[in-house]
């Protein structure tokens, strides 16, 4: 019998695709992993979360991404590194598994999931990838060491660390495919950049891979696109409001499980989140429409409360938000909690600060504090130079961070609520409104 | 009202200031393991575990005017330590109660130097394995560091005071 590692399939499967034009598969290794249930799940959680409620194109997934960062971490492979004497060809499969599979572990809604439920997705992919499922059925038919190989590369714990690179890195396959995936879907004309040029002047090194000094232009376009796509898309005011209010709804009901309140829709769903008890099962079994049909049922709930933030989330009535420094606003936060339950309205749910923040690009040279692994040139000398030591461009947003923080609530509770009117009038002047 | 911000002042506060991006990124992170409530989430990075929120947390707190950031040039790198401010020590005034224990387990983690934390943290990063594997992975991602047997020793009996004092 053949070595499944190395089984092609009798014709190359290619899926349509709007980023890459077309996706190429011929290992049957890879083919049988797409089929799996674990990774068709993706198909069911949004890849930009609560973004479609801003630009409304973002209604694509996790499993369209997936197949993207295969797709070019491929073309790496393939076109780039194949015969390079510092590239293993051994590691090829492990490689591609990695690429398709880094994302497996995300949970309905990630980030807000995550964070109520103190929760770690790429943990999660871990388990996925070693515990009882179809996907690690597909990866043992290779060998029995193979699971625990793939989830080393997503954990970053391979030994080959050029393998890790492609996938986690300040410029991985990971970033080129949601930064172009991204643009297209949500409509925006940021986002693009030349990843053939990229790719065509990738060379593996020993721990990393790295770009040829005639790609610079190249990658300096490449950061300035991340930088554009996370202040315009990623960290849009709106969407985070959506996504404010999806956290406050799953507090709520956590906290109302809690107090033994008796649901009319049960949330059989989440109880093991709830209490702590959860499986591998319980997480695969949540995707974005058990989530979706938990909140259209809730509205009808007796708790105020939950009931107003699923009918917000699902019929788009989301909250109005003013910017808010913490530096100098604390001690008017504290004020506004406290005429807010004056008012009627717990400031728990209706108050909320959210804090974004991003760095472009960070550097580490040798002997700082600094915790990135940055973007080498590849000299015409063979030297290697870290990429701002060479681009003024990218030199110039080295290491800094920009950070944006809003105060999040309910305009329409002060605004239209009948009781308690001069202090609901009071709450509007302080938020300035 | 700002509780997590509070809760990294306090921190600082109890340790009477931390001297470290690095080491204060450790002890946090080992603070958390012990089951102390810091919610900041953690990934592996170059040095260890790492909580790019932290760092963020730290900025803002210093921006505030809660955190004081002063910085060292040591020749071939920049040290940066951090202290709580007279208005710090106003703001967590008012915040919750510090966990029992925690200044102990802070005091204790003070006193070692931040290639010990990160030996430590990055060891417990890896706490679902067997201790064998543990050390096997630590080798892996800290291939330069070149970790001996006894500072793994030591590590782990470290790993057990903190514990045991917790338990106390």
């Given at each position: 019998m053949m070595d499944y590692a190395i089984q092609k399939l009798s014709e190359e499967k290619v899926f349509k695709d709007p980023v890459h034009r077309y996706i190429h598969v011929r290992d049957q290794v890879i083919w049988d992993l797409i089929a799996t249930r674990e990774f068709q799940r993706l198909r069911r959680i949004h890849q930009l979360g609560t973004t479609y409620l801003v630009f409304h194109g973002a209604e694509h997934s996790r499993f369209n991404h997936s197949l993207g960062v295969y797709e070019i971490v491929r073309r790496i492979i393939d076109d780039s590194f194949s015969g390079r004497p510092q590239w293993n060809d051994s590691e090829r499969l492990v490689t591609l598994c990695a690429a398709l599979l880094h994302d497996l572990g995300h949970g309905p809604f990630s980030h807000a999931f995550e964070k109520v439920f103190d929760l770690d997705h790429e943990q999660f992919t871990q388990r996925i990838l070693l515990g009882d499922t179809d996907v690690n059925a597909v990866l043992s038919r290779v060998s029995e060491d193979f699971p625990r190989k793939v989830a080393d590369v997503i954990g970053k714990t391979y030994p080959d660390k050029l393998v890790v690179s492609l996938i986690s890195s300040q410029i991985d396959a990971d970033r080129m495919d949601y930064l172009q995936r991204d643009a297209y879907f949500t409509g925006v004309s940021y986002g693009h950049f030349d990843m053939e040029r990229i790719l065509r002047v990738m060379r593996p090194s020993e721990e990393q891979a790295v770009i040829k000094q005639s790609g610079m232009h190249a990658v300096e376009d490449y950061i300035m696109s991340r930088y554009q796509m996370y202040w315009q898309v990623y960290f849009h005011p709106v969407s985070r409001s959506a996504e404010v209010i999806l956290v406050k709804i799953l507090q709520r009901a956590k906290v109302l499980s809690e107090e033994g309140y008796r649901f009319k829709q049960e949330p059989v769903h989440f109880k093991s989140f709830f209490d702590k008890t959860f499986d591998l099962k319980d997480y695969i079994a949540l995707d974005e429409y058990i989530l979706m049909t938990y909140f259209e049922t809730w509205i009808l709930e007796d708790d105020e409360i939950l009931s107003d933030l699923c009918d917000r989330f699902v019929n788009r009535r989301l909250f109005q938000y003013i910017d808010f420094n913490p530096a100098k606003e604390y001690r008017k936060l504290g004020e506004l909690e406290g005429l807010f339950r004056k008012a009627g309205i717990d400031p728990e749910y209706y108050l909320v600060v959210d804090s974004s923040s991003d760095l472009p690009y960070d550097f580490y040279r040798p002997g700082e504090e600094e915790e990135r692994l940055p973007i080498h040139l590849l000299m015409r000398d063979g030297e290697l130079r870290e990429l701002s030591r060479e681009s003024d461009i990218v030199d110039a947003i080295s290491g800094k961070r920009r950070t944006d923080h809003k105060l999040y609530f309910p305009e329409d509770m002060l605004t239209e609520g009948k009781k308690k009117k001069m202090l609901r009038q009071q709450i509007l002047s302080i938020l300035n409104t | 009202m700002l509780q997590e911000h509070a809760k990294v002042v306090q921190f600082i506060s109890l340790a009477d200031g931390v001297t470290g991006r690095k080491k204060l990124q450790k002890m946090v992170y080992i603070a958390k393991k012990m089951n102390f409530p810091f919610q900041e989430k953690y990934q592996l990075h170059f040095y260890g575990p790492y909580s790019e929120e932290l760092t963020l947390r730290i900025e803002e707190l210093c921006e505030m005017g809660f955190l004081a950031e002063n910085s060292e040039d040591k020749g071939s790198y920049v040290q940066y330590s951090?202290?709580?401010?007279?208005?710090?020590?106003?703001?967590?005034?008012?915040?919750?109660?510090?966990?029992?224990?925690?200044?102990?387990?802070?005091?204790?983690?003070?006193?070692?130097?931040?290639?010990?934390?990160?030996?430590?943290?990055?060891?417990?990063?890896?706490?679902?394995?067997?201790?064998?594997?543990?050390?096997?992975?630590?080798?892996?991602?800290?291939?330069?560091?070149n970790f001996t047997d006894a500072e793994m020793d030591e590590a782990f009996s470290f790993i057990g005071e903190l514990a045991g004092c917790i338990r106390q």
């Open positions: - | 951090y202290s709580v401010t007279g208005e710090g020590r106003d703001f967590i005034g008012d915040a919750e109660e510090v966990p029992d224990k925690l200044g102990e387990c802070i005091g204790r983690m003070k006193e070692r130097s931040s290639r010990f934390l990160e030996l430590v943290s990055t060891l417990l990063y890896f706490d679902h394995l067997p201790r064998e594997e543990q050390i096997a992975k630590v080798h892996i991602v800290k291939n330069k560091l």
